[in-house]
């Protein structure tokens, strides 16, 4: 059974790094295709980046200049980390795999979901 589980801290100040993981159970992570997807409140889901099972990345445009993703495969986990955060960076973050390349926020193109973790930017 494939389970994703994200992790990371809850509060992050201004300015500061977010740095969070998801750790996949079941299966590969260097199989199929992982992205971290985030819904701020009261909005929709946005679509931020993702790791190819080659190891390629792919960022939104729009967040392209504070995002990084990257694999950890001795564990199984991927990261991210989006730089430079400010409140509106507030969000439930969501980690998820597609088994194609997709960089949309269609949740059905998504086979697997994180249950999400909330992180909040505040000093």
């Known amino acids: 059974q494939v389970q994703l589980q994200e992790s990371g801290p809850g509060l992050v100040e201004p300015s500061q790094t977010l740095s969070l993981t998801c750790t996949v159970s079941?299966?590969?992570?260097?199989?199929?295709?992982w992205s971290w997807i985030r819904q701020p409140p009261g909005k929709g889901l946005e679509w931020m980046g993702g790791?190819?099972?080659?190891?390629?990345?792919y960022y939104s445009p729009s967040l392209k200049s504070r995002t990084s993703i990257s694999r950890v495969t001795s564990k199984n986990q991927f990261t991210l980390q989006l730089s430079s955060v400010t409140p509106e960076d507030t969000a439930v973050y969501y980690c998820a795999r597609s088994p194609t390349y997709y960089t949309g926020t269609v949740r059905a193109r998504y086979d697997y979901w994180g249950q999400g973790t909330q992180v909040t930017v505040s000093s």
């Open positions: 079941g299966v590969s992570s260097t199989t199929y295709y």
């Open positions: 790791i190819a099972a080659s190891g390629n990345t």
